[in-house]
């Protein structure tokens, strides 16, 4: 009987539909390690989340080629290999674990609860496997639930009914404010009390998307005492030590990292997010609009901290109702990060455009038009400047504006990504400060304040018309933000949000705009989701809608 086991658990990166690559870097990180045993995070060889790309043919064709290979790599007599994958059996489409040694598949497991919320559409993909049994390793009884089967309990409660020894739950557990203390405090600290067995939880890490996974995996012995806390946001390899007492298994205390708190989770979340989606699609960099304001300041300070402020072009697009004020904040803001700034002046093609439709609007008064026509000329001189040099061009608007609608479609919204798109406008003042004070961990941008702190104090405009202010026609952004939250996040009635102390007319009007804005979201570029109800995602409404609370 073996009464002590190495397992290593990686914590890694994946890409989609990069079957052959990922298979090698599964190799790679296993030269790394002596362990008995090596595990790594969900679907690993295909890529997590694969959405509709496992439906073909092809795909499910190579993952069974690359495991095949990966299985034969183990006749080494080296660490036998836990390998997420998909698996078709009978004609139907499984997400397993393959536990692979000694040349060979020895023990398959298929997930049992598919996620089919928020970000989740595994039950479009996947047919629901049967509880599942333990496998036997090297004389141990691994219990291997995966992802969402230890979201629940039928499937940890079965497992240990089956003799299960320990717990190995590999996830692809996206990252969501305050998703650290679910994970660890509640959903597997749960399982451990009721199954009485320690359990590894591991996750990968980086961005797929919309959607970014932190890591931040751990280990939980079976009196709920944190053996192992792994670092989020970055790859890394943990060989942990088990051994087998009169209680049963329990892992040697290892090093415990510190995790992000908030707000430095969203800052860093947003880097990983738009540095692998840039980097993985291949663009030599981003091109942006900056305009003086916060939205484009931060933008540029997180696309410097994930790219280098060398891969990062802003370029200041100023209309005659640009103020001398915002011509020096972008041009300190750009000089304190370190990127390139350019000045293309759209007068001119405000003229032409007045020129154009002087006939057509004749007998009508100046209105948003003409404030809407400012921000779709930039927005084709940027799409412009992007198609010319390949940059991909970000939109900076936050989730507040993209809530009520007070972005321009064709306009600010036209681009690629968005690394604001689900911070509502109080989390940018918090992140904007927050990164003013401090490097991100692994950030490329330089040190020290990165944004003029008159930027951040003034408020805020989007100077389309002499003197605008936001505040013009919104409320305050600490009022908007609590409002929207109980709105979106939270889906409340208007009713359910005035009961907090707000206005009943300022909630209806808000609601009212929160549900007519559907149609520019739906053709919004995509970006980091943060909270549990992102605009793309999550929160999928209808574009024709009549329904409303008040």
């Given amino acids: ?52 790309l496992v439906l073909k043919p092809a795909v499910i064709e190579r993952a069974r080629v690359e495991l095949a290979r990966l299985a034969r790599a183990t006749a080494d007599g080296g660490p036998a290999m836990l390998v997420g994958t998909v698996l078709l059996a009978e004609g139907k489409l499984y997400n397993a674990l393959v ?13 049992h609860e598919l996620p089919n919320y928020g970000t989740f559409d595994e039950k479009r993909l996947f047919e629901p496997a049967p509880l599942p049994d333990p496998i036997v390793f090297r004389g141990v009884t691994l219990g291997l639930p995966i992802c969402e ?30 998703k650290d203390d679910l994970r660890a405090n509640g959903i597997a600290a749960a399982r451990v009390r009721e199954t009485g067995l320690p359990l590894v939880f591991l996750n990968r890490v980086g961005g797929q998307d919309e959607i970014v996974f932190d890591g931040a995996s751990f ?35 290892g090093e415990l990292h510190a995790l992000d708190p908030y707000p430095v989770d969203v800052y860093h979340a947003m880097v990983v997010g738009l540095r692998d989606y840039v980097n993985t699609n291949r663009f030599p960099g981003v091109v942006l609009g900056l305009s003086g304001g916060i939205d484009s300041a931060i933008c540029a300070a997180i696309a410097a901290d994930a790219l280098g402020p060398e891969r990062v072009w802003c370029v200041m697009l100023p209309s005659r109702f640009t103020s001398q004020e915002s011509l020096d ?40 038009t003409e404030e809407n026509i400012q921000s779709r000329i930039r927005g084709v001189t940027l799409m412009a400047l992007s198609n010319k040099f390949g940059h991909m061009l970000l939109t900076t608007g936050n989730k507040s504006e993209m809530s009520v609608g007070y972005a321009t479609i064709y306009g600010d919204m036209a681009g690629g990504y968005n690394p604001l798109k689900d911070a509502y406008k109080t989390t940018v003042f918090e992140i904007s400060r927050w990164r003013n004070a401090n490097r991100p961990d692994h950030g490329l941008g330089p040190d020290g304040p990165v944004i003029p702190e008159r930027i951040i104090t003034k408020p805020p405009s989007a100077e389309l018309r002499p003197d605008q202010k936001d505040s013009d026609s919104l409320p305050p952004y600490e009022e908007l933000d609590a409002i929207l939250h109980g709105l979106v996040e939270e889906e409340l009635s208007v009713d359910d949000v005035v009961a907090r102390g707000f206005d009943h007319a300022t909630v209806a009007r808000i609601e009212r705009l929160l549900y007519i804005a559907e149609y520019k979201r739906r053709q919004a570029p995509p970006g980091v989701k943060l909270g549990k109800r992102n605009f793309g995602r999550d929160r999928r409404y209808p574009i024709t809608n009549a329904f409303r609370t008040s």
């Avoid at 397992?7 to 298979?23: E, H, K, M, P, Y």
């Avoid at 979201?151 to 990252?175: D, M, R």
């Avoid at 280990?219 to 060989?239: I, K, S």
């Fill in 1 to 52: 009987m073996t009464d002590r086991l190495t397992i290593a658990l990686a914590q890694l990166s994946q890409r989609v539909g990069d079957i052959a690559g990922n298979a090698d870097a599964m190799l790679e990180w296993r030269k790394a390690t002596r362990a008995d045993l090596i595990v790594y995070p969900e679907l690993q060889l295909i890529g997590y989340p694969p959405e509709d």
């Fill in 99 to 111: 536990l692979l040694d000694g040349g060979e598949i020895v023990g398959v497991t298929r997930k």
């Fill in 149 to 178: 089967d230890i979201w629940f309990a039928t499937v940890c409660a079965n497992l240990v009914q089956k003799g299960a020894e320990l717990l190995i739950a590999p996830h692809g557990s996206p990252y969501e404010i305050d």
């Fill in 219 to 253: 280990v939980l012995n079976a009196d709920g005492a944190l053996a192992h806390q792994l670092p989020d946001w970055e790859e890394t390899l943990v060989d942990t030590v088990w051994e087998r007492g009169e209680s049963g298994w329990r892992c040697a205390p």
């Fill in 329 to 368: 904040d972008a041009a300190q803001c750009a000089a304190m990060i370190g990127c390139r700034l350019d000045t293309i002046p759209i007068a001119p093609a405000v003229e032409a455009f007045d020129t154009m439709l002087s006939d057509s609007f004749a007998d009508r008064n100046v209105d948003i």
